[in-house]
Structures are given as structure tokens and as C-alpha cells.
């Protein structure tokens, strides 16, 4: 812990300050599990970057340790080059955007982000802007008990615009939206990127993710599973499969398999072949005077991959659900 | 943005903070109508009691004026508790402290905004209760008392109390149990004070409603029941508890996961 610190420190000497979150070693133990497991990771500038996770993998911990909510057990987390706690405007670097219900309801929206501006010395026509910006200025004056899960997400978006902040950390920014308001968000987001802004967002939803980001931290049970671009994701983890379709079906897996390929049926028929490439599979045909009429390398996709990768590293499944109770689960 | 002026502030935090205090505060319904409620109990007593006349031969005007203080310090007690434990229940407590992550500047806001609230609050509504009980009683009946700066002292007492609520309901988090825990404090030694024996004028005597009770100058505050201690002597002990309790319960929330 002292030897992370002192990293923390060193880096922050050697570096000129970029709007980034560097997680270095970060633990989270609580009393029953280990919800963050020596994690890590730097998210960086001008882009998306997506944080996948099966639920219960450690995500929304993660980004409470972020945002000093919770302290680490070991490790640390900066934002912009210092702890969380350090910062003195924190609502001007960093906006979040972890509970989209995290509001009382018997208050209003404007006065909800009128109490986040002064906390902060934001000015107060800010309120109104972000409000304009999340397309809520028609229920600013209405409690947000009435609010439903959408109106809410937007609400929680316009406090995390508030500060103008550089860098912004979304926790399950798309839950609850239809998909009018999905696509309004992954533009945003994007938008935000583009303007050379820290994007940060979790979600386990993959298919979001391949639309969204443009780079990736997957962790699984905790732990680092991969840190990546979206394509070099799917290039890296993804079985070489070949798609083979042949008249001489049955003979084409017999001749494959004695070469030690795997052979299996495609869902929309032919074979799927992993084992030798494309290249090797249509020689072996050849060789043995069989026809082939597809030969076609498939690339999984993200799905399938993070499926793939995850699936050893899910911890609760729907038979100890109740496990999935404790703190460390998603909130 | 980096924000460098408000980087090389080091206490620039505390204002703003009070401010998002208190911009909390007045803005949730809920917090209004508990202070409302707190300022119209103990004048709407007064006018029960002077109009009733029900007071010993022995009162004095000023205690009987202020019947309704102690029924009112439980309200406030509450209140205070709700400031910190309302913002658990409703998940607010995360986006404060992401605006406001130093966890002793969150404490301190809110001790003062519950504090000053408080004041201002009760010292009206003791001031109104005191006038409308000179009016409607006559001074020949009864012995005026001593208004001046007993309420003073008695609005202090309610500060003390509101931020003796905030500290308990920052020790346990939840509404019920810390709204449970501070009504506690405040009625079981005035209803149960006999069950304590010899201790009873200890335990009555160092109890929030004793101060109070003694510097409103009210016949109840009998020697049995709350000690020899004097008004002024029993709120500074009650302030020197609620401080020490403070202290405690900050380090707690400083130290605890949100």
C-alpha cells in the first residue's frame, strides 16, 4: 500500500496532469468478498471507454473507490493525477452518474441541481443549460418522486454535466432509457469523447459497448480479463473459426477430425471448424478429392467473446442469487 | 477544467458547502413542514395553556408560555437526526459527497445549518409564545419570569438538540432507529426519571428537557426531578455532550463506505 502511494506520487511528479482516471493495485475487500481484486488501469482522454463486467464482477465498486465513496482496501485510484478527496472543485474535473434514483424525491429537479451548483460555486444559469441539455426543461419545477427511471437517468446525466467536467465516470448510463433516449446518450457520449473529454461507462450490456466505445476494461470476479481496443478485443479473444460447407458432409468431418480439428455444426448449416485456417482446411479437401462450396473465416462477435471470457469468471449464478445481496453487489 | 484558483483556497469548500446545506434543507418539503411544525407547536401551546389555565399557582408566566418547548425539542431532535439519515435512504448521500468528498466539511455544514436553523426557529417561536402568554395571563395572578436572555438560552438548547439528532442519526444511518434514539434521550428521563432511584436528578438533571425546563423558570423543574444544577450550567453540559458526540460520530463517517 505504501509502495502504491508512493507510485501515485512519483507519477504525478514525472506527468503534466491529463484528465484521466489511473487506478493502480486497486483492492476492495469486504467482510464476505473480495469485490476488487489488484485492479489496474488507466482510462484516458478522447474517447469512450467502456467498463464490461458481468453483474456482481466489481463494477459499481469500482467506481465508488473512484469517487472516494468507499475506501480501498489496498491500492489506490486517482482522478486528473490525485485522489478523489483532494479534489477541491470536484464537480468542476469529474461528473458521475451512479444511481439513477439517488434523488429526494420530494424535491425539485432544478432544486436538485441548483443545491449540487452551489455546493461548488457553480452559477446558477448553469442549471438551466444542463437542464436544456438533458431535454428536461418542462418538469424542472416538478418533484422528482412523479420522475419515471428515464426522466431520472437524464436528471442523473445533467448533475454529472454540471461542472463542465473533463472527465466523467457513468454507471449503467442506458438503463432504463427506450431507445430513442439510448441513442440520444450514445451520442452524447461519443460527442463528449470527441470533444477530448474522459468518458468512462459501465454497462454488462456488450451489444451497447460495440456501439458506444472505443476502447475496453473487462473485468470478470474483480479482476483485470482484458484492457483493449473494441476490434483487438474481438481479434485477440476470438477462436479462429472457419465456416465450411460441403456436399461430402460427412466424410469432410471425418477427414478434419483425424487431423485433430473440432468440428461442430453452425446454426445455419455447414461446419463450424476451429482448429486449422481456412488456407489449411480447403488443402485438406483437395487432398482428399472432396468438394467444397463455402469456405468463409468468421470473426466472433463481441457477444460471443466476452460470453466466452466471462463465462469462467461469473460469479453469482441464478442458483445463489441470494449471495449477490451483499455490498459488493452492483448497486 | 482545472480549476486552480479554488485549488490554492484551502478553506473555500466550507461556504459552499453551507450553502449546499442549506439550499437542501429549504428545498425538500418534508424538512419545511418539521419546521414549520416546530414553530408553530410552541407558540399554538402557549395559547392552550393561558386559555385553559392550566398552570400551578407557582409558575411563572415565561414557563408556562413555553409548555409546548419540550414537545417541540423532540420534533427538532428529529429533524436534525433526518438531515444526515434522509440522505441514506433516499441514495442523495453519494452525490454529496461526490460534490463534497471531504466527509468533516459535510458534518460541519450540516451541524451549522442544523444549528442556526434551529436557533433562529425556536427563539421566534419562544419570543411569540411568551408574548401571547403576558397577554392572555395576568402578571398579578402570576410571576412573569424572567424572559431575558433565558430565550436565549432556550433556542440554544434547541440548536443543541437538532445537532445532538444529526450526530445520532449519523452514528446509525437509519431514520427509524436514530429518530427512536434521540426521542429516547429526551422523554425517558423525564417519564422514567423516578425508576432511577437517587440517580434520578442526575440522569433528569443532565437530560435536554432540564435545561430547558430550568430556564423557562417552569415549577416542574423541581430539585427531585432535575437537580440542583442551575438553567445555564445545564446547557453547557448538554452543549459539551452533543459536541462530544459530534466529534465521534464525524469520525465514524469519516471512516465508513457510503
Redesign the interface.
Known amino acids: 500500500m505504501i509502495a502504491s502511494r508512493w507510485r501515485i506520487w512519483w507519477r504525478r511528479r514525472i506527468r503534466t496532469?491529463d484528465p484521466m482516471i489511473e487506478a493502480i493495485g486497486l483492492t476492495k475487500q469486504y467482510s464476505e468478498a473480495l469485490a476488487v481484486d489488484e485492479l489496474s488501469f488507466r482510462v484516458r482522454p478522447g474517447r469512450v471507454t467502456g467498463f464490461l463486467g458481468p453483474n456482481g464482477a466489481g463494477k459499481s465498486t469500482t467506481m465508488?473507490l473512484i469517487?472516494?465513496?468507499?475506501?480501498p482496501t489496498a491500492g489506490g485510484v486517482t482522478v486528473?493525477g490525485r485522489p478523489?478527496?483532494r479534489?477541491?472543485?470536484?464537480?468542476?474535473?469529474?461528473g458521475?452518474l451512479?444511481?439513477a434514483?439517488?434523488?429526494?424525491?420530494?424535491?425539485?429537479a432544478y432544486?436538485?441541481l441548483?443545491?449540487?451548483a452551489?455546493?461548488?460555486?457553480i452559477p446558477r444559469p448553469r442549471v438551466d443549460e444542463v437542464l436544456g441539455i438533458v431535454g428536461l426543461e418542462s418538469v424542472a419545477r416538478k418533484?422528482t418522486r412523479d420522475f419515471s427511471l428515464g426522466m431520472g437517468q437524464r436528471l442523473g446525466i445533467a448533475?454529472a454535466l454540471l461542472?463542465?467536467?473533463?472527465v466523467l465516470i457513468l454507471d449503467e448510463p442506458v438503463n432504463g432509457l427506450d431507445t430513442e433516449g439510448i441513442r440520444w446518450m450514445r451520442d452524447l457520449m461519443k460527442g463528449l469523447a470527441a470533444e477530448g473529454r474522459t468518458v468512462f461507462l459501465s454497462s454488462h450490456l456488450m451489444s451497447e459497448m460495440e456501439l458506444t466505445a472505443d476502447h475496453l476494461i473487462v473485468i470478470g470476479r474483480g479482476r483485470l480479463i482484458a484492457d483493449t481496443t473494441v476490434l483487438g478485443f474481438i481479434e485477440s479473444n476470438s477462436q479462429a473459426v472457419t465456416v465450411v460447407r460441403s456436399p461430402q458432409a460427412a466424410e469432410l468431418r471425418t477427414v478434419l477430425e483425424t487431423q485433430g480439428a473440432q468440428v461442430t455444426l453452425d446454426p445455419e448449416g455447414g461446419w463450424r471448424v476451429s482448429g486449422p485456417d481456412a488456407a489449411a482446411i480447403g488443402d485438406l479437401a483437395l487432398a482428399h478429392g472432396i468438394g467444397v462450396h463455402e469456405l468463409s473465416p468468421r470473426l466472433s462477435s463481441l457477444e460471443e467473446v466476452y460470453t466466452q471470457l466471462t463465462q469462467a469468471s461469473v460469479e453469482y449464478r441464478g442458483s445463489d442469487l441470494a449471495a449477490a445481496t451483499g455490498?459488493g453487489s452492483e448497486a | 477544467m482545472f480549476d486552480v484558483t479554488a485549488a490554492a483556497l484551502p478553506r473555500s469548500g466550507f461556504r459552499a458547502a453551507v450553502r449546499f446545506e442549506w439550499t437542501k434543507m429549504t428545498t425538500a418539503r418534508s424538512t419545511l413542514w418539521t419546521l414549520a411544525t416546530l414553530g408553530v407547536l410552541i407558540p399554538v401551546l402557549a395559547v392552550f395553556v393561558a386559555a385553559t389555565g392550566s398552570l400551578q399557582p407557582d409558575d411563572t408566566i415565561l414557563g408556562a408560555s413555553l409548555t409546548g418547548t419540550v414537545g417541540s425539542l423532540v420534533v427538532a431532535a428529529a429533524s436534525g437526526a433526518i438531515v444526515m439519515t434522509g440522505e441514506h435512504s433516499t441514495g442523495t448521500m453519494r452525490t454529496t459527497l461526490a460534490a463534497c468528498p471531504r466527509r468533516s466539511t459535510v458534518m460541519a455544514a450540516k451541524a451549522i445549518v442544523v444549528a442556526g436553523t434551529m436557533f433562529v426557529v425556536s427563539l421566534a417561536a419562544s419570543t411569540a409564545a411568551y408574548l401571547i402568554g403576558s397577554a392572555m395571563l395576568s402578571g398579578d395572578d402570576y410571576a412573569s419570569g424572567d424572559p431575558w436572555p433565558a430565550l436565549l438560552g432556550i433556542a440554544l438548547g434547541f440548536s443543541a438538540v437538532g445537532v445532538l439528532g444529526l450526530a445520532v442519526g449519523t452514528a446509525l444511518r437509519h431514520s427509524a432507529g436514530a429518530v427512536s434514539a434521540v426521542v429516547g434521550v429526551i422523554l425517558v428521563p423525564s417519564l422514567f426519571g423516578p425508576l432511577f432511584g437517587d440517580w434520578q436528578r442526575w440522569v433528569g438533571g443532565a437530560s435536554p428537557t432540564a435545561a430547558l425546563e430550568k430556564l423557562s423558570q417552569t415549577s416542574d423543574a423541581t430539585v427531585e426531578a432535575v437537580g440542583t444544577l442551575g438553567g445555564w450550567p445545564s446547557l453547557v453540559v448538554l452543549i459539551a455532550y452533543t459536541l462530544v458526540a459530534v466529534v465521534g460520530s464525524a469520525r465514524l463517517f469519516a471512516t465508513r463506505d457510503t
Not at chain 1, 434514483?101 to 425539485?108: E, K, N, S, V
Not at chain 1, 452551489?118 to 460555486?121: A, I, P
Not at chain 1, 461542472?163 to 473533463?166: A, F, L, R
Request: proline share 7%.
Open positions: 496532469v465508488r469517487l472516494g465513496l468507499d475506501r486528473n478523489y478527496e479534489i477541491r472543485s470536484p464537480l468542476r474535473e469529474v458521475a451512479l444511481d434514483r439517488a434523488f429526494h424525491g420530494g424535491r425539485t432544486n436538485h441548483l443545491g449540487l452551489r455546493s461548488n460555486g418533484r448533475a461542472g463542465d467536467p473533463e455490498p
